[in-house]
């Protein structure tokens, strides 16, 4: 998330007039990938370097990375949380890098999914982004990460109510999902609903603590 996100977590700060809603985008660079999953710029230098997650080079060679990469970086996460360490984690990714080249190298083609079609779609601010998203929910595909964007598309209509049944209904497909947490929270706040609106992004900052802490403990240890 962006620098706005971070005064907003930090409730009871002000908000600002107009809340930056986050979606799920195509594409993160190296800072929004560190901020939001933990890890160190060096580890995810590493991983790219190494092949085991896939990454974009493009203007004055800065990186990025697409859905498809977020989908193993959220992967990371949940594997972090149950207690594995970073050299566990990245002996797993090999092993599902190994399988994909397995693939690759016996003729099969990776198609976009539909939600990664809705994607491109909303980056492009096509309007059918919103039919594509609910074509990837009734097929089971990353069906908290469509209903949060659809959840975007409503507010850009004015739609207040929808967004907060599509935000809602993104938590109810996967609880720790931060942008849903997030977004809840700014439309809670934006109505006046403190006690919800502290809610949901006390959630969201728990969820980057529990990413952050292990750092930290490690740090201190590293310091005594």
Not at 23 to 43: C, D, H, M, N, P
Not at 115 to 136: I, P, R, W
Not at 145 to 152: M, S
């Amino acid at each position: 998330m962006n620098e706005n996100s971070k005064k907003v977590i930090s409730f009871p700060s002000r908000v600002p007039a107009k809340a930056d809603y986050q979606r799920v985008k195509a594409s993160y660079s190296v800072r929004e990938i560190k901020q939001l999953f933990g890890l160190s710029e060096r580890t995810i230098r590493r991983w790219t370097d190494q092949g085991i997650i896939q990454g974009t080079t493009g203007a004055n060679d800065e990186l990025s990375y697409d859905f498809q990469a977020l989908t193993q970086f959220r992967r990371v996460r949940e594997l972090r949380a149950q207690g594995q360490s970073i050299r566990q984690i990245e002996a797993e990714l090999q092993g599902q890098l190994h399988l994909f080249r397995g693939a690759e190298r016996g003729g099969l083609s990776r198609l976009l999914t539909p939600f990664e079609e809705a994607l491109l779609l909303h980056e492009q601010g096509d309007a059918t982004a919103a039919e594509s998203y609910q074509e990837a929910i009734n097929d089971g595909d990353n069906v908290a990460e469509a209903y949060c964007n659809l959840g975007i598309i409503n507010l850009d209509l004015g739609e207040t109510g929808k967004a907060l049944d599509n935000f809602t209904l993104a938590l109810k497909h996967e609880p720790r999902h931060v942008e849903a947490h997030y977004n809840l929270g700014n439309l809670y706040y934006d109505a006046g609903e403190l006690s919800l609106a502290r809610l949901h992004y006390e959630a969201a900052a728990q969820i980057y603590l529990s990413l952050w802490t292990e750092i930290d403990e490690r740090l201190q240890r590293a310091r005594s």
